[in-house]
């Protein structure tokens, strides 16, 4: 069963940094697009950033120019580095991998647990 697990959360000052990690594991397979979203209280949730596969990377307006997505495709590892870090950037944050288990096979994505990311003012 593939596992997707997240860390690096925590408390930080406005104006600070953090790095997520996320890692897919249990099997053999390869990872296709890889997401980072989040969810605040009381909203719903929302796409960060994407990388695919061979690199291509999107953003969503609100994190352009402070956050940026990597991947390691040997550890099916992605990383979201977060700087100038706001309040409004506190939220719960989710991995998100889709995998395939054979080059032609179909696609299936899996969530992590999340970890929370809060941003003081």
């Known amino acids: 069963q593939v596992q997707v697990v997240e860390s690096g959360g925590g408390l930080v000052q406005a104006g600070g940094s953090l790095r997520l990690s996320c890692v897919a594991s249990?099997?053999?397979?390869?990872?296709?697009?890889m997401d980072w979203h989040r969810q605040a209280p009381g909203k719903q949730r929302e796409l960060v950033a994407s990388?695919?596969?061979?690199?291509?990377?999107n953003y969503a307006d609100s994190v352009k120019g402070r956050f940026t997505i990597s991947r390691d495709n040997a550890k099916n590892e992605v990383y979201l580095q977060m700087n100038n870090l706001k309040p409004e950037d506190t939220a719960v944050y989710y991995c998100?991998?889709?995998?395939?288990?054979?080059?032609?096979?179909?696609?299936?994505?899996?969530w992590g647990q999340g970890t929370q990311v809060t941003v003081s003012s």
């Open positions: 998100k991998a889709v995998v395939l288990f054979s080059s032609r096979g179909p696609r299936f994505q899996y």
């Open positions: 990388v695919s596969s061979s690199g291509n990377t």
């Open positions: 249990g099997g053999t397979f390869s990872t296709d697009v």
